[in-house]
């Protein structure tokens, strides 16, 4: 198995990061009762300790670092079959569901798969590893409630399930603008052939879509109800476009065929796992700052984001399939940072991570702004919080020393 984490960083703040975060007693979203054995709670919800052991390890000997993973100085092994898989709760056969996540390999998807995993259920993940990975979701191969299959969205597929995670699209600028076309492609076809899926086998269909189809708001924060001010031919329209056709196919299959879906529109996420060339705000900054380099900002750094953390996200989507809730929801959190605000903000917490090694020297500069980049963006979740019982318990400074953990762990030879 996998080194521990002060082993793996030789940087004494790492370790003391990872001991002085919050335990799932602080998070409600992430194990809220008693826990049992110290990686589930009686009711099936996972600790977060062993949600950490799957992707940054754990100072915990019962839980043995990042499982089927062994890291030397020069290489890196997988074993085939772990020792032992994560413990997942047993569920009798009326509550066990067959669940499909397409995009299962990716950032968030990876970690929602853990989450069904942990919950009990079967477990089928589709990616075509664009911008996905199969050592995020390699601890579950083998595990007789995980299936694998490498497939592209864009074609169809014939499965039995219960429900469907759509997410299979790149998410970040940088992939999903180096093949536009394809990117429509697959906010329309692949959107099209999982509805056709849900249809025929009469599965709930939710539908990961995106704070992008309200493009560069003139309402602030943003409504469900607010249509969007959207420019159809940009650089970006490939990917805002593409989820506003989603919407609008999901609710089409909704009103003729009856479908039961939900929508979720997902704001700025961030966690371990994300791509460390997505090019993204979080990634780009914390890189930069590990690395020593200088910030860049495009622009002048007054726009402003609002950043949730991955495992938020997940209990928001889960909760959100298994509601009611037929309208779309935004999830994502109302703390709002400017650009500026937050490249300060990420020097200031790398500092604190490699305390005791050295400090980063990193400045911030500024470059010319982006096309179409949107000057404000922050959610209004007054219906996920009546609706779902959901907002974001995860503050935006742990969920930073856990990424920038991560990212050390993925730099460190």
Known sequence: MSRNVEELHAIPAA?????????????????????HNGSMDLTGAPSVE???????????????????????????????????????????????KRILVTGGAG????????????????????????????????????????????????????????QVYHLACP??????????????????????????LSKRVKARFLLASTSEVYGSPEEHPQREGYWGHVNCI?????????????????????????????VARIFNTFGPRMNWNDGRVVSNFILQALRGEDLTIYGDGAATRSFQYVHDLVDGL???????????????TPQ?????????????????VRAGKETTKSKIIHLPPVTDDPPKRRP?????????????????????LETIVYFLQTLQP
């Open 15 to 35: 370790e003391e990061v990872l001991r002085d975060m919050p335990t799932e007693q602080q998070h409600g979203g992430v194990g809220q009762q008693q826990q």
């Open 318 to 332: 889960i909760k959100l399939m298994a509601s009611d809730c037929t309208e779309p929801v935004n999830l994502g």
């Open 171 to 196: 998410a970040s600028p940088v992939h999903y603008q180096s093949n536009p076309v394809k990117t429509l492609k697959t906010g329309f076809f692949g959107t099209y052939n999982m509805l056709g």
């Open 107 to 162: 950032f968030v998807g990876s970690h929602l798969v853990d989450r069904l995993m942990l919950m009990g259920h079967d477990v089928i993940c589709v990616d075509n590893y664009f911008t996905g990975s199969k050592t995020n979701i390699a601890h579950w191969i083998g595990h007789p409630n995980f299936e694998l299959i490498r497939h592209d969205v864009v074609d169809p597929i014939m499965l039995e399930v219960d």
């Open 380 to 400: 209004d979740i007054t219906r996920a919080k009546e609706r779902l019982g959901w907002e974001p318990k995860w503050k935006v400074r742990e969920g930073m």
């Open 234 to 262: 940009g650089p970006r329209a490939c990917y805002d476009e593409g989820k506003r056709v989603a919407e609008a196919l999901a609710y089409s299959y909704a009103r003729q065929d009856g479908v039961d879906i939900r």
């Open 50 to 96: 062993l949600l950490r052991s799957l992707y940054l390890g754990t100072t915990n000997p019962s839980i043995s670092g990042r499982i089927g993973e062994r890291r030397g100085s020069t290489s890196i092994t997988f074993t085939t079959v772990p020792i032992e898989f994560p413990p997942v709760t047993r569920l009798d056969p009326f509550n066990k």
């Open 336 to 352: 709002e940072y400017t650009i500026e605000e937050f490249a300060r903000l990420s020097i200031d917490l790398v500092s604190e």
